[in-house]
């Protein structure tokens, strides 16, 4: 299987912040901005895998500042490294006051997904080629966010 480009899937996605997607204090809700993540993270790696995935784990989500009402909210997803039928997805979330010009980071987190046949059977996935500084550190990380997502799993 030949190998892609992380450039290959990246995806990007702009949401406006919508009154009913937002709590008392005008900014969006949690669950909204991780249902947005888990979205763009499965059509990243169905891109990447070019077949149905299914979630494994939200591995983590950091939600470092909010989104208000009229903020555009873009989300950007890439593969980070690839298993044998795994991927891992790191997605960033920006919130863009376009009135006022201004930008910032509201979210990351980093997710796993499986490429499934049609009957949901785990199916092998093409590796990756990280080609910028930061892909390539991305790259480089994995390693250790898979043994701590195998740590947490152990012990359960």
């Known amino acids: 299987m030949e190998s892609l480009p992380v450039s290959y899937s990246k ?45 494994a784990s939200i591995d983590s989500v950091d939600f470092l500042s909010s989104a208000k009402v009229g903020d555009a909210l873009t989300l950007e997803a890439n593969i980070t490294r690839a298993g044998r039928t795994s991927m891992e997805v790191y997605v960033k979330v920006y919130a863009d006051d376009l009135l006022h010009g201004r930008k910032v980071m509201t979210t990351e987190s980093f997710l796993t997904m499986v490429a499934v046949d049609t009957e949901g059977n785990p199916k092998s996935v093409p590796s990756i080629i990280p080609e910028t500084k ?20 152990a012990l359960r």
Request: net charge positive; aromatic share 4%; with cysteine.
């Open 11 to 55: 995806m990007t996605q702009t949401r406006l912040v919508l009154p009913p997607d937002t709590n008392h204090l005008d900014t969006i809700f949690g669950g909204k901005v991780l249902a947005y993540i888990d979205e763009i993270a499965a059509l990243t790696a169905m891109k990447h895998s070019n077949c149905v995935v299914v979630t």
């Open 134 to 153: 930061e892909e390539k550190r991305l790259y480089d990380t994995a390693p250790s966010r898979k043994a701590h997502r195998q740590n947490r799993s």
